[in-house]
């Protein structure tokens, strides 16, 4: 049986609900060997795009430069799979090369124009997933 998920998406006012509850996603890009390389990371959504900063030399920033494809999810609902909810994208993502948009993600993840403290000298890039498809789900909007 199809299930119908505009039924059960998120409200734009849910959809920021869950976003703001939930601080970290699971990114996944896909490596060289073609399989997903799915990990979690601390986000913040900026002008459409979910943004994280990671190594450069990061098995996922060498994915996205490879294929400059990846999705992502955030959800919340913990043992209880009646209480589930959460949201997934898919679409192109990139290492971010603009300094402007670079301190927009950092204000946005720090609060301030930094990276993170303390990386012990790795060179430091962001990553923006733009979104091609979002799709939502609230299973506690199923019927009992």
Same mark, same amino acid.
């Not at 049986?1 to 039924?7: A, E, G, L, P």
């Not at 927009?104 to 609060?111: D, K, M, T, V, Y």
């Given at each position: 049986?199809?299930? $119908?998920?505009?039924?059960i998406a998120l409200?734009?006012?849910?959809?920021?609900?869950?976003?703001?509850?939930?601080?970290?996603? /699971?990114f996944a890009s896909? *490596?060289?060997?073609? @399989?997903?390389?799915?990990?979690?990371?601390?986000?913040?959504?900026?002008?459409?795009? @979910?943004?994280?900063?990671?190594?450069? $030399?990061?098995?996922?920033?060498?994915?996205?430069?490879?294929?400059?494809?990846?999705?992502?999810?955030?959800?919340? *609902?913990?043992?209880?799979?009646?209480?589930?909810?959460?949201?997934? =994208? /898919?679409?192109g993502a990139s290492?971010?090369? $603009?300094?402007?948009?670079?301190?927009?993600?950092?204000?946005?993840?720090? *609060?301030?124009?930094?990276?993170?403290?303390?990386?012990?000298?790795?060179?430091?890039?962001?990553?923006?997933?733009?979104?091609?498809?979002?799709?939502? =789900?609230?299973?506690?909007?199923?019927? /009992?």
């Open positions: 049986m199809t299930r $119908d998920y505009d039924k409200t734009e006012d849910e959809r920021a609900g869950l976003l703001g509850q939930m601080p970290v996603m /699971r896909v *490596g060289p060997d073609g @399989l997903p390389h799915v990990v979690p990371v601390a986000f913040a959504e900026v002008n459409g795009k @979910l943004c994280f900063e990671t190594d450069d $030399d990061a098995v996922k920033t060498k994915n996205v430069r490879a294929t400059r494809k990846a999705a992502a999810v955030v959800d919340a *609902g913990a043992d209880d799979y009646s209480q589930h909810r959460g949201i997934m =994208w /898919r679409g290492v971010v090369h $603009d300094r402007e948009f670079e301190k927009q993600i950092e204000r946005a993840l720090f *609060g301030t124009v930094k990276s993170i403290p303390g990386a012990d000298g790795h060179q430091r890039v962001k990553i923006a997933l733009t979104p091609e498809s979002e799709i939502s =789900w609230d299973f506690r909007k199923l019927p /009992r």
